[in-house]
């Protein structure tokens, strides 16, 4: 059974850091590519970074290219996402999703795992 196990979400003022990370606990993590979305309230859930199987190629929202970056060690079974610079409109839930694919994608519905979210709140 494969897990996703978000950690790092919190309370941060504006122009801070937050380092969120995901645990996953299939053997075939490191086949696969991971993303990270979020979902603020009466928003519909979108793409945020999405990662490949060996971590050569990512890919971003517009809204935080140059702020945010996805990593991710095979070794740990983990997938990370640096945020920068944050702003009020990061607030979110964020969520970290596992294709059965190695390459990239933006599309939620492309995404057969996910985790239970963790809560970044952004002051101003």
């Known amino acids: 059974q494969v897990q996703l196990v978000e950690s790092g979400g919190g309370l941060v003022q504006a122009g801070g850091s937050l380092r969120l990370s995901c645990a996953a606990s299939h053997r075939t993590f490191s086949s696969n590519a991971m993303g990270w979305f979020r979902q603020a309230p009466g928003k519909e859930r979108e793409f945020v970074a999405s990662i490949n199987w060996n971590g050569g190629i990512t890919s971003y929202a517009d809204s935080v290219k140059g702020r945010f970056t996805i990593s991710r060690d095979n070794a740990k079974n983990t997938v990370y996402l640096q945020m920068n610079s944050l702003k009020p409109e990061d607030t979110a839930i964020y969520y970290c999703?596992?294709?059965?694919?190695?390459?990239?994608?933006?599309?939620?519905?492309?995404?057969?795992?996910w985790g239970q979210g963790t809560q970044v709140t952004v002051s101003s």
């Open positions: 999703a596992r294709r059965t694919l190695s390459m990239i994608s933006t599309i939620p519905a492309q995404y057969v795992y």
